[in-house]
C-alpha cells in the first residue's frame, strides 16, 4: 500500500539529520542500505500478522556509508510479511483500518519534524 501526496517525498535531507528524525519516531535503518540507498523500518506485531511501515530514500549527492549525503526521500509503503518469502505490498493485500490510521499519522509526525531540516 502507498500512502500518496504525504509530503514525505517532496523532502530532500542531509543523511545524519534524517537519522534523527527517523530514529526519534521508532524507524530503523539498520542494515538496510548500499552507497546510493536508505530505507527506514517501523514493524507492527498485531493480531492480524505482521507489517512494516517502510520509507526508502536514495542519495541525490554523497555517500550513505561515508554518512556524508543528501536524501530524496520516496513514497512511504505499507507492506505484510510472510515468512518465509518476504513482504508483500500489493493492493490484493488487506491492511487493517487502525494500522493505516497509525501509519498515516507517524508520517504526518515524520514529516513535520524532516521538513524544518529539509534541503
Known sequence: MNFE????????????RLDEVMEHNGM??????DYERVTYDYKFQ???????L???GFAVEGDV????AYIKLMTPILGKHYYPHGVEYGEDEYFPEHLVKQCKKMITQIY???KVFAE
Open 28 to 33: 530503523i535503518r539498520a542494515g538496510q542500505w
Open 46 to 52: 498485531i493480531k492480524e500478522g505482521i507489517y512494516y
Open 65 to 68: 556509508g561515508a554518512y556524508d
Open 5 to 16: 501526496n504525504t509530503g514525505i517525498e517532496t523532502l530532500t535531507l542531509d543523511l545524519n
Open 54 to 56: 517502510r520509507i526508502p
Open 112 to 114: 513535520e519534524e524532516a
